[in-house]
């Protein structure tokens, strides 16, 4: 459905995003995710047509819309785009911004068209409000529904969720999520946020410095990091030194890993292994003991920053009615089921 | 309504609205005396409604009223279509869109600011006239038979004063431009709406509470305006009340005219007021480069910008410039240093004065938020919109009623004068203040609402009393919006002429009636020599204003 064949994306002299390729399959959610100034906005608006691409090409739909050469104009690109402060017309009233893009539809379709948008996310009736009479999940609803009114091949949501407060902004996006799969949109979303990345997308990028280090469902990027940048990037966790003993095992303070090695070390190689929260369980029957440094009450579970022996640290979600005060050693057990480990010095 | 009582900063369920609400009347004991400044006046001409007198009317009706309201007509259509392709043209290309000289531009192209209409208007009148020099030099290039079309016609009243007041509709909707910026557009276009049928769809309909807001605020000062149409023997409402006063000595009949000016301007600012409010909903920060011209396009934008900033600005300055080399040395005598001494103390006085009471009426508003005060606030600045012709005459019927008063009690204890208080400074400054009260308070007022309630109450609550607070607080923080209202009256003062023309004492002249001596009499040479040191004062508020915009 949508190729970005390595692109590259230039401000001036200042090269702001380089061999960049992905694909995403008709119906599929897409994400870009990284710090502010990784260059996935460039990204987004080169797709969308307000960025000149300078190398590669950008297909859409088996029609190359952009390359070095030319470039197909926004408007007529069929693509929709909900912007981060939504863009919304205070002009017009919610169904006038819905239906500002239907201007081939004559009166009754349009109207018909409004209304089905409406019922989608939720606001039947409320055709008649202007933007700044509605709440900010109200905002952002309109705004998504009028990039959806022109049935756009391919849907843009640049931070969409970020003018939100913590609580809509989770709800928010498994809606959207919702919405986009009742619609079969084709979407890619660009956000530095984690959590709505994997709230919304079927497949993320984790981008830095113009470039995608990994292109991976939610579930890999978490459990199968490609490299050392994209481990830290996603979640939490803490790197322990280990060494490869035998062919399937690594040895760590916490005692023996046996998985598959994923990167080709040898038996003697010394490797730096990333434990997640979860993959410490507190256990007081365990002979290993680990001081409690510090505490985070998340409700259900703590999140305890432990010492070891060595004096290195891991960290350990444990459900909050094991309440410990900060010094006293606890009991923990390793307990891992995906390893993560990289060649130290990589 | 509904919408506006979810709003809390509308409802304003303020922990204090009790207290308030119990000390209300002090808040309308501040602000009413102010507000009669301007409703006296308003009263005064609007009550000869009530006492028509059919003699005059008839008389109006028949001599005066046709041609005034037909050029009073092609004035507001004139100027509006005018100050709307100039300022939004200009604002556009200045605001969104990247082109050489584009900086500067954005900030020359405030100049005409500091040139009043009237000196546009004689300047354009000296240059372009038959005997002037562009008509003599095309007839000497190209004969007798060159053709120039006409100045002193209504075609001229209105490129004279669509090129004075279009900074009004320009620095509003460049505002309105540069907060939308490109985003409204980018989402236009990403709806499948080329940019150019974006601009008509989407970027007008976005600025047009601040265009109208300049439109208004345009039209009001051709309708206020006396000394431009005066050069052009061109008859407006204010005009035929100067001569039904001045001329025909007929005080009714002036009366009579202003009362129908008022309505004509009481609209205009209902309108300006409303599309302020809608503001508020369009407020909407957005960044975004701006589109850069290419070709022709790229050119013709500069070339546009140019020509304005030329015969709006840099044109005039230069003929007045040259004018006041050729009379400078017969006609700069020991008159001068008096004319300058009196503009400057009436105008100092007034703004003062503007100050005082505009940081009065902005504490009262802030201290005392109920309804009553607030709308007082509002009337008391209702003398923006209204012509100083308007209040002259408001102004001094009640003083001359009031000194007749006053003779017929004194007279017989032997006082000797004709006048307790007409013709003097302290009517004009009664008059200034309630034309200029606005353009004192706006300044203020925007000073007053920076300072957060939270910091009040931290003074309060380190043990302040509220005038301490209002002397620690208040003042420091005000200190420039203060200053800009100072600087701002006192030009707009220096600028002023039919206020002070009308009520000063006979021969208290000042630069401005200076201007409109000569030009009555068409010595533009000798004109030029006031009109260039009226000029000179005026680009003080316009470097300010740009200080300020350089800084936002």
Request: overall charge neutral.
């Amino acid at each position: 459905m949508l190729h970005l064949n390595d692109i590259a994306l230039r401000y001036g002299a200042k090269t702001v995003v380089e061999h960049l390729s992905l694909s995403l399959a008709a119906g599929q959610i897409g994400c870009l995710l990284g710090a502010s100034g990784c260059g996935k906005t460039t990204v987004l608006r080169a797709i969308a047509g307000f960025e000149t691409v300078r190398e590669g090409s950008i297909v859409l739909g088996g029609e190359t819309v952009a390359d070095a050469r030319r470039s197909v104009p926004p408007e007529l690109r069929q693509i929709g785009m909900v912007f981060q402060d939504y863009a919304l017309f205070p002009h017009l009233d919610v169904a006038g911004n819905i239906a500002f893009g239907l201007g081939r539809l004559d009166r009754a379709a349009r109207r018909a068209r409004v209304d089905e948008l409406l019922e989608l996310v939720g606001l039947t009736g409320q055709g008649g409000r202007y933007p700044h009479q509605l709440s900010g999940g109200q905002q952002q609803r309109v705004a998504l529904a009028r990039a959806l009114a022109p049935s756009p091949r391919l849907l843009l949501l640049d931070e969409p969720f970020s003018n939100l407060d913590v609580e809509l902004r989770e709800r928010l996006a498994q809606e959207v999520r919702a919405i986009l799969k009742a619609a079969g949109t084709t979407a890619i979303l660009v956000t530095h946020d984690q959590h709505e990345a994997f709230a919304v997308a079927d497949v993320v990028g984790v981008m830095a410095d113009g470039h995608i280090r990994q292109w991976a469902t939610p579930y890999r990027l978490y459990h199968e990091p490609a490299d050392r940048f994209v481990a830290d990037f996603i979640g939490e966790g803490t790197f322990l030194p280990g060494r490869i003993v035998g062919a399937q095992c690594i040895e760590i303070e916490l005692g023996e890993i046996c998985r598959t090695v994923p990167f080709g070390g040898r038996p003697g190689d010394v490797a730096d292994v990333l434990i997640r929260p979860d993959d410490i369980q507190h256990d007081d029957a365990s002979p290993t003991r680990a001081r409690v440094l510090a505490k985070a009450f998340r409700g259900a579970e703590f999140l305890y920053t432990l010492e070891l022996p060595s004096g290195a640290r891991v960290l350990s979600l444990v459900p909050s009615h094991h309440d410990h005060a900060i010094g006293e050693a606890i009991g923990i057990r390793a307990e891992i089921d995906h390893l993560i480990a990289f060649a130290r010095g990589e | 309504m509904a919408e506006l009582a979810l709003n809390p900063a509308v409802s304003d369920p303020s922990p204090h609205a009790a207290h308030h609400r119990r000390h209300a009347w002090r808040g309308v004991a501040i602000s009413l005396p102010i507000a009669l400044l301007t409703l006296i006046p308003l009263l005064v001409v609007l009550a000869s409604f009530l006492s028509p007198q059919p003699e005059i009317w008839a008389h109006l009706a028949q001599y005066v009223l046709p041609g005034v309201l037909r050029n009073t007509l092609l004035l507001i259509i004139g100027v509006g279509l005018g100050v709307l392709g100039l300022g939004v043209s200009l604002a556009w290309l200045t605001a969104m869109c990247e082109f050489p000289g584009r900086r500067f531009f954005a900030w020359a192209l405030m100049l005409p600011l500091a040139m009043p209409a009237y000196v546009l208007a004689f300047v354009m009148v000296g240059l372009l006239d038959f005997t002037g020099p562009v008509q003599t030099w095309l007839r000497a290039a190209f004969g007798g038979s060159a053709w120039f079309p006409p100045i002193r016609s209504s075609g001229g009243v209105v490129l004279v004063l669509s090129l004075a007041f279009y900074p009004y509709v320009y620095l509003l909707a460049r505002n309105a431009f540069a907060t939308q910026g490109r985003r409204a557009l980018e989402a236009a276009q990403m709806l499948g709406v080329s940019r150019r049928a974006a601009f008509w769809r989407v970027a007008i309909p976005m600025a047009r509470p601040w265009i109208v807001g300049g439109l208004t605020l345009a039209l009001m000062e051709t309708l206020a305006d006396f000394g431009a149409v005066s050069v052009f023997n061109f008859d407006t409402f204010t005009t035929a009340i100067y001569k039904a006063w001045f001329a025909l000595f007929n005080l009714p009949a002036a009366s009579q005219l202003a009362s129908l000016l008022v309505l004509f301007v009481l609209a205009l600012a209902v309108v300006e007021q409303r599309v302020r409010g809608e503001r508020l909903y369009h407020a909407r920060a957005g960044g975004g480069e701006r589109i850069a011209l290419r070709g022709t396009a790229r050119w013709g934008a500069v070339a546009w910008c140019a020509l304005v900033l030329l015969v709006a600005f840099v044109v005039p300055l230069i003929q007045l410039g040259h004018w006041v080399t050729q009379v400078w040395a017969d006609d700069f005598d020991e008159r001068y240093p008096a004319f300058i001494g009196r503009s400057v103390l009436l105008a100092a006085l007034a703004a003062l004065l503007v100050a005082a009471l505009a940081l009065a009426l902005a504490y009262a508003r802030r201290r005392y938020r109920d309804g009553g005060t607030r709308w007082l606030v509002r009337l008391a600045t209702l003398g923006y919109a209204v012509p100083g012709t308007v209040l002259a005459v408001g102004v001094f019927i009640p003083i001359a009623w009031l000194d007749n008063l006053l003779l017929a009690i004194f007279q017989p204890l032997g006082f000797e004068g004709f006048q307790v208080f007409k013709g003097t400074v302290a009517v004009m400054l009664l008059a200034l203040a309630a034309r200029f009260l606005a353009v004192g308070f706006q300044p203020v007022d925007s000073g007053m609402q920076r300072i957060t309630r939270n910091q009040e109450e931290a003074a309060r609550s380190l043990g302040l009393r509220s005038r301490q607070v209002l002397l620690r607080l208040h003042l420091p923080l005000l200190r420039g919006g203060l200053f800009t209202a100072l600087l701002m009256v006192f030009v707009d003062v220096m600028k002023e002429m039919p206020i002070t023309l009308m009520t000063r004492a006979f021969g208290w002249d000042t630069l401005a009636v200076r201007v409109f001596e000569m030009t009555s009499e068409g010595m533009w040479d000798r004109a030029a020599l006031p009109a260039l040191f009226i000029v000179l004062a005026g680009l003080l508020p316009v470097l300010l204003l740009t200080r300020h915009g350089a800084e936002d």
